[in-house]
């Protein structure tokens, strides 16, 4: 199929802003914030190393958008807007691509998204994603990784290591096993914490590359040290064998928010959590001295070398 038969056929009826001019244009105009501050966000999946090659396409659109989403929460910001690239390997058959235009258009409306354009391309080989997402801050500034200071409660939503489970399960061809959809279809926080993080947080990030690797980032960051205990975090299959939880700790696609904030905000902030049924709590705390250091029992445990998921060549 053509791609301006792909686009008028299956991303045209969810772009329905008018900034978005029906996909007609190769540039789409943005909606004015007012003085809110806007932020943006772009993250790529890759079939084979972000999402397995008989993943639903269904599960992948809806992984596409939160793992953007997360990022734009954890700014203290919600989505307003996107655009879509797509790049189609010709051995996948239509009906999948119609499959994921389907469920990419409904995620988007779940979280008040609109499509404004994008582009798409035919792939040699393996499906390729990726998705540009703007966000409207509900502070008078976005929430960085670097505010953090010593002393400050470090918090964190949800649960960790599900998704590190999922994809243990689909490696032994268990699809039915409970977690798969974390790993499918990672669930995300209420749209309220980018309300919590904007009004509490001094420094804030997305639980995406492992919590114990991401936790050393915000320290590094901020120019400061981290404590985690890991009896305070709530993990996937409440294990308590402490190889376990090092290893779901530093797997990483929760997309939980991890941040911190004042001690004297302790009260609020879980008053805030309860009125929004929000799963959060206290996890640790920031320290002077830099570094990352995770408490068992009581007592400093050996990190493994390896923290989270690392980027590179």
């Given at each position: 199929?053509?791609?301006?038969?792909?686009?008028?056929?299956?991303?045209?009826?969810?772009?329905?802003?008018?900034?978005?001019?029906?996909?007609?244009?190769?540039?789409?105009?943005?909606?004015?914030?007012?003085?809110?501050?806007?932020?943006?966000?772009?993250?790529a999946m890759v079939e084979g190393i972000h999402f397995r090659a008989d993943d639903p396409l269904a599960s992948v659109a809806r992984k596409l958008v939160r793992v953007n989403v997360s990022d734009i929460y954890s700014a203290g910001a919600l989505p307003t807007e996107a655009l879509l690239t797509l790049g189609w390997p010709e051995q996948r058959p239509e009906a999948e691509l119609a499959d994921f235009a389907t469920a990419f258009g409904h995620e988007l409306a779940v979280h008040?998204?609109?499509l404004l354009g994008g582009d798409t391309v035919k792939a040699p080989a393996g499906l390729f994603?990726?998705?540009?997402?703007?966000?409207?801050?509900?502070?008078?500034?976005?929430?960085?990784?670097?505010?953090?200071?010593?002393?400050?409660?470090?918090?964190l939503t949800g649960q960790i290591g599900a998704a590190c489970l999922g994809?243990?399960?689909?490696?032994?061809?268990?699809?039915?096993?409970?977690?798969v959809y974390a790993y499918q279809?990672?669930?995300?926080?209420?749209?309220?914490?980018?309300?919590l993080v904007a009004r509490y947080a001094s420094a804030a990030m997305d639980v995406s590359d492992g919590l114990l690797g991401d936790a050393a980032q915000m320290a590094k960051a901020s120019g400061c040290g981290i404590e985690i205990n890991l009896e305070n975090i709530s993990v996937a299959g409440n294990s308590r064998d402490l190889s376990e939880i090092l290893r779901l700790t530093t797997w990483g696609d929760d997309y939980q928010i991890l941040f911190s904030a004042e001690k004297n905000k302790?009260?609020?902030?879980?008053?805030?959590?309860?009125?929004?049924?929000m799963d959060i709590g206290v996890v640790g705390e920031m320290a002077s001295d830099c570094g990352l250091k995770a408490i068992w029992r009581g007592e400093a445990v050996n990190l493994p070398e390896t923290l989270?998921?690392?980027h590179g060549w």
């Amino acid at each position: 199929m053509p791609e301006k038969d792909w686009i008028s056929s299956y991303f045209a009826p969810l772009a329905r802003s008018s900034g978005a001019a029906g996909l007609m244009d190769d540039v789409a105009e943005m909606t004015p914030s007012g003085d809110a501050p806007v932020v943006v966000t772009v993250d790529a999946m890759v079939e084979g190393i972000h999402f397995r090659a008989d993943d639903p396409l269904a599960s992948v659109a809806r992984k596409l958008v939160r793992v953007n989403v997360s990022d734009i929460y954890s700014a203290g910001a919600l989505p307003t807007e996107a655009l879509l690239t797509l790049g189609w390997p010709e051995q996948r058959p239509e009906a999948e691509l119609a499959d994921f235009a389907t469920a990419f258009g409904h995620e988007l409306a779940v979280h008040g998204i609109q499509l404004l354009g994008g582009d798409t391309v035919k792939a040699p080989a393996g499906l390729f994603l990726s998705l540009t997402l703007t966000g409207v801050c509900q502070g008078a500034r976005p929430v960085r990784r670097n505010g953090a200071k010593p002393g400050q409660d470090v918090w964190l939503t949800g649960q960790i290591g599900a998704a590190c489970l999922g994809f243990d399960a689909l490696g032994r061809g268990d699809k039915d096993d409970r977690w798969v959809y974390a790993y499918q279809e990672p669930r995300l926080p209420y749209a309220d914490i980018a309300t919590l993080v904007a009004r509490y947080a001094s420094a804030a990030m997305d639980v995406s590359d492992g919590l114990l690797g991401d936790a050393a980032q915000m320290a590094k960051a901020s120019g400061c040290g981290i404590e985690i205990n890991l009896e305070n975090i709530s993990v996937a299959g409440n294990s308590r064998d402490l190889s376990e939880i090092l290893r779901l700790t530093t797997w990483g696609d929760d997309y939980q928010i991890l941040f911190s904030a004042e001690k004297n905000k302790r009260d609020e902030i879980l008053s805030f959590a309860s009125a929004s049924v929000m799963d959060i709590g206290v996890v640790g705390e920031m320290a002077s001295d830099c570094g990352l250091k995770a408490i068992w029992r009581g007592e400093a445990v050996n990190l493994p070398e390896t923290l989270g998921f690392e980027h590179g060549w």
